[in-house]
């Protein structure tokens, strides 16, 4: 079993910063891409940003120039560097992972969601 732990939300004004991050732990043998996708109030889930374990990343058109994604391999962890925050970027974030287990079979892991409310 893999376990998806996200951290870094809160409530930031407009124009201002936040790091998320994702550590996964449990029965990994390797990670191939891990994400990031948001869920705004009333609204359905919607891809943010993923990367590749060779560093292959790709964004929304909502976010780029604005967001970075980057991940840390040897920590099993995935970040995502928000900037330039508007009120549209309120939404529950979701980590997700594509994992290798060490018995060799490939799944797909969702975190608990961290809330971030963009606001004055």
């Known amino acids: 079993q893999v376990q998806l732990v996200e951290s870094g939300g809160g409530l930031v004004q407009p124009g201002g910063s936040l790091r998320l991050s994702c550590a996964a732990s449990g029965s990994i043998f390797s990670i191939n891409v891990m994400g990031w996708y948001r869920q705004p109030p009333g609204k359905e889930r919607e891809l943010v940003a993923q990367?590749?374990?060779?560093?292959?990343?790709n964004y929304a058109d909502s976010v780029k120039g604005r967001f970075t994604i980057s991940r840390d391999n040897a920590k099993n962890t995935v970040y995502l560097q928000m900037n330039s925050l508007k009120p549209e970027d309120t939404a529950v974030y979701y980590c997700?992972?594509?994992?290798?287990?060490?018995?060799?079979?490939?799944?797909?892991?969702w975190g608990q969601g961290t809330q971030v409310i963009v606001s004055s």
């Open positions: 990367i590749r374990s060779g560093g292959l990343t």
């Open positions: 997700n992972a594509d994992v290798d287990g060490l018995s060799l079979t490939a799944d797909n892991y």
